[in-house]
């Protein structure tokens, strides 16, 4: 078998490696993906929040991991997921704590109700301002963290993949005019650009499986000859840099 061979099936492995939840465990609590922390902390400006409202929503729960830790939660906390694999996990995590889980999708309106939250949480999910005002009850407060439209597009550059151009508008001044002209005041807004390390080719194959709306058309068949470069340069090198995209907004409803 010639080292591309041996590449190629370690490549393939990879890809097929199962992935649930948000659980990026597999190659980020190994080591093979390292990413510099942020200037700040979502959930050390969360918890101090969520500990004095009776009512919370965590948009974009994910399979619930993050917002499971958050305990004690205020007596009505719901959840929205969009990501079908995510729905039933989350469902089974928060259940026990008294959390509903609310499907959505991206064509349909939030299925809850006007004015029902004193806080509304979002880490990494697409919101609406207009629908996040809606839901909130007066004084009521938008918390969050979104990943910004050049988010590691140094990944799509060392593979000779285009970058979706569509989200490269994404930045935290786009998202401050947004919630200010649907008539939120801006509390906080922060922003960072950490580097990450990758230091194997597999963990990049695993991420980009993972999340495929990095490299639309992402296949270890099709890339592979990029990958066998990108392996490469990693074997010279020891890692490659690439760089991650942040940005934080607290806002509150007039």
């Given at each position: 078998?010639?080292t ?41 400006l969360?918890?101090p ?30 959840a ?25 999708t ?34 009521g ?5 979104q990943?910004g ?22 930045t935290?001044?786009y998202a ?9 005041a ?36 099709r ?5 066998a ?6 074997q010279a ?5 690439v ?10 409803k007039?």
């Open positions: 078998m010639t591309n061979d041996t590449l190629f099936t370690f490549l393939i492995d990879e890809a097929n490696k199962p992935f649930a939840g948000w659980d990026f465990s597999y190659i980020e609590r190994t080591g093979r993906m390292v990413s510099a922390p942020l200037a700040w902390s979502y959930t050390s969360v918890l929040k969520l500990r004095h409202v009776d009512s919370l929503l965590d948009m974009g729960t994910g399979g619930g991991e993050l917002l499971s830790m958050l305990q004690p939660l205020p007596r009505h906390t719901c929205t997921e969009g990501y079908p694999p995510n729905i039933p996990i989350a469902r089974q995590r928060l259940a026990p704590l008294g959390v509903e889980v609310y499907t959505v991206d064509d349909q309106p939030l299925p809850l109700p006007d004015a029902a939250f004193d806080l509304v949480i979002n880490r990494h999910e697409s919101y609406d301002p207009a629908e996040v005002r809606q839901i909130l009850k007066p004084g407060e938008f918390f969050t963290q990943v439209g050049s988010d590691m597009l140094d990944l799509n550059r060392l593979l000779g993949a285009k970058p979706d151009f569509g989200f490269t508008h994404w935290l001044a401050r005019k947004q919630l200010e002209d649907a008539g939120f801006i509390t906080d807004a922060r922003e960072d650009s950490p580097i990450t390390r990758i230091f194997d080719v597999g963990a990049v194959v695993y991420y980009l499986k993972a999340i495929p709306w990095q490299i639309e058309d992402f296949s270890v068949e890339y592979f000859d990029r990958l470069a990108l392996h490469q340069t990693i090198q020891g890692y490659v840099e760089h991650n995209s942040r940005f934080l907004l607290a806002a509150r007039g």
